[in-house]
């Protein structure tokens, strides 16, 4: 029995932390998925001070793969910090996600244990 109620205790618990995780999940209403980073470059003119290694720059490009196919989005530099907090919140929404899922297992685990618990319960009670 008291193993059923510590059971019990440690399903309502996982049960809060899974509530508050999905709380603060559906917060993050805009999120980019992709990575950034800044590149320098050479134009090509002979003339330029870029042809001997003073490169332009940085540019700063978004970088997205889905489908396995990558896209390049070259960014203004007054977009430059919105899109960097927006990248972060989606790793923090993917991180958020992946705890979500071992949530669940724990989750479904204690269930499982609780189920052996509350057969050998059954047993007992009916005295077989
Ligand atoms: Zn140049």
Redesign the pocket.
């Known amino acids: 029995m008291t193993d059923l109620v510590q059971l019990e205790q440690g399903i309502r618990d996982r049960l809060i932390e899974h509530e508050s995780l999905v709380d603060a999940l559906l917060q993050e209403r805009e999120q980019i998925r992709g990575s950034l980073f800044s590149r320098f470059a050479?134009?090509?003119?002979s003339n330029?001070?870029?042809?001997q290694g003073e490169?332009?720059g940085p540019y700063y490009v978004l970088s997205n793969r889905s489908g396995g196919e990558g896209t390049f989005i070259y960014l203004k530099e007054d977009q430059v910090g919105r899109v960097r907090e927006l990248v972060n919140r989606h790793r923090r929404f993917r991180k958020g996600l992946k705890r979500l899922k071992g949530l669940s297992t724990r989750l479904h685990a204690l269930f499982e244990k609780y189920e052996s618990s509350a057969t050998l319960a059954g047993f007992r009670q009916a005295g077989i």
């Open positions: 050479a134009c090509g003119k330029c001070a870029c042809a490169k332009h």
